[in-house]
């Protein structure tokens, strides 16, 4: 009988607690007495059970709500309820003090709350609209706002959008509360934010690297950057980075500029260099007389290719690119001219002529200095050129010499080719190439005589 009264008793004190608890406000100081007090008695299985279900329905109904604002005490209350829910059976003396901690803060934010006095009367009103402006780009604070302004909209009978919100201080404290509660969602937010910017800043980091590169210009500091942002950390610091992209993007930008006027004062120079070439060719063509064409071959006289030869060196000095003069000697030449008599003489140069110039390149300069001896320009050109040149002559003429059925050749070949040099004269430039003829000379008349100087020279006194 004893046993039924104590069960009677403890339900009467629970349905106590209950009533504290659903009061308007909740009466947290007397709940939490009269919990401390269910706690203190020495209950059976069943009482253990029943202060269990109210110590759960009091963390979730009160404390929850409550702690939401505050980290460290709303995992207090969580570890509080994991306790509640797990143990086998209720220990008073675990949960007491864990309870009277929650408690303690609790009482002292209801402290705090006391002594706000003379609370502005729009204060609700403007920290709701502060909250709807501030989550505008949060989804579900949005939805929030406009819940509670519907509700308090429809309890005035008035549209959301005209309403002098006068909204209560329940619904505030619970939209401020779900701020807590998604965390999460805006830490993800601003964890795809940074996955965003260091993706942008790899790419910038790769080009700016590979525009360095391309001028020839390396930067440590930037490939480390690269290495950084390829690699998975979350510690990397991408303002740091930001910066020194930013940095070296600027004198990446100098550097540019600087090339820039470089091009402009080169392209000034490249037009005045084919200006001067114009105007050799005019002067070629103005003056193309007897003394400058050779009326047999219809190729350059000497005269002329010296023109030809100061422009070639002129386009070289200006556009930074090669140049070669070849001599080529034709031994016997003049004494098959003359047994051959003065008009097959002629038919038999002017043939050979013809067969000869399609084997230079397109642009090879083909002129005749004597009875003899011919010369080849070669723009853009090497010793390399002048031998494959060389070579070709070489390969017509005994193409001659087989088409006459003959053992030797006709006409003995000698070729010297000289590549110009900074510094060296047109008329230097004749005298290495005459020097190199003189050399071939020497050499066996059955091989391709040939003699080339590339640069540096050494010249002649």
């Not at 009367?121 to 819940?147: H, T, Y």
């Not at 800043?201 to 690269?226: D, F, P």
């Not at 003959?406 to 040099?421: E, K, M």
Request: charged share 30%.
């Amino acid at each position: 009988m004893a046993k039924e009264e104590k069960v009677k008793e403890t339900y009467q004190a629970l349905d106590r607690l209950y009533d504290l608890l659903k009061a308007d406000p909740p009466n947290v100081d007397g709940a939490l007495r009269l919990l401390k007090e269910l706690l203190r008695r020495e209950p059976c299985r069943a009482e253990l059970d029943a202060a269990r279900e109210a110590a759960v329905l009091l963390v979730t109904r009160l404390l929850k709500p409550l702690t939401a604002c505050d980290r460290d005490q709303d995992s207090a209350a969580d570890q509080l309820m994991r306790h509640l829910k797990q143990v086998p059976q209720l220990q008073p003396d675990s949960v007491q003090p864990r309870l009277q901690a929650l408690s303690d803060w609790v009482s002292q934010q209801s402290a705090r709350l006391m002594l706000i006095r003379d609370i502005p009367e729009k204060l609700p009103e403007r920290l709701f609209a502060a909250l709807r402006l501030l989550g505008a780009s949060e989804p579900w604070m949005v939805q929030g706002a406009d819940k509670l302004a519907q509700e308090q909209a429809g309890k005035n009978a008035m549209a959301p959008d005209t309403v002098a919100l006068n909204v209560p201080w329940e619904g505030l404290h619970t939209l401020l509360g779900q701020i807590v509660v998604h965390k999460d969602v805006a830490q993800n937010s601003w964890e795809q934010e940074r996955r965003e910017l260091k993706e942008t800043l790899l790419v910038v980091a790769e080009r700016l690297n590979e525009a360095l590169q391309n001028v020839g210009r390396t930067n440590t500091e930037i490939t480390n950057t690269v290495q950084r942002l390829r690699d998975d950390e979350q510690n990397t610091d991408l303002q740091a980075m930001r910066a020194v992209l930013i940095r070296e993007a600027n004198g990446f930008l100098g550097h540019a500029q600087k090339l820039s006027r470089q091009m402009e004062e080169s392209r000034g120079l490249l037009v005045k260099a084919q200006e001067r070439l114009r105007q050799t060719d005019e002067e070629l063509r103005e003056t193309r007389d007897p003394e400058l064409v050779d009326v047999i071959t219809g190729l350059p006289t000497r005269l002329a290719l010296w023109a030809h030869l100061r422009r070639g060196m002129e386009r070289a000095v200006h556009l930074n690119e090669p140049m070669a003069l070849m001599v080529m000697q034709l031994q016997k030449l003049g004494a098959l001219l003359r047994e051959k008599g003065n008009e097959k003489g002629q038919r038999l140069l002017s043939a050979l002529v013809k067969r000869i110039r399609p084997a230079l390149r397109s642009e090879d300069i083909l002129g005749r200095l004597s009875e003899e001896q011919f010369a080849i320009v070669l723009p853009n050109g090497t010793v390399e050129d002048a031998r494959r040149d060389a070579e070709r002559i070489y390969a017509i003429l005994e193409q001659i010499r087989s088409e006459l059925g003959v053992r030797t050749l006709l006409i003995q070949p000698a070729f010297g080719a000289v590549q110009y040099d900074t510094g060296v004269t047109e008329e230097q430039m004749m005298t290495l190439a005459e020097q190199m003829v003189r050399v071939a000379l020497s050499q066996p008349v059955d091989t391709l005589r040939l003699e080339v100087m590339a640069p540096p020279h050494t010249l002649p006194a």
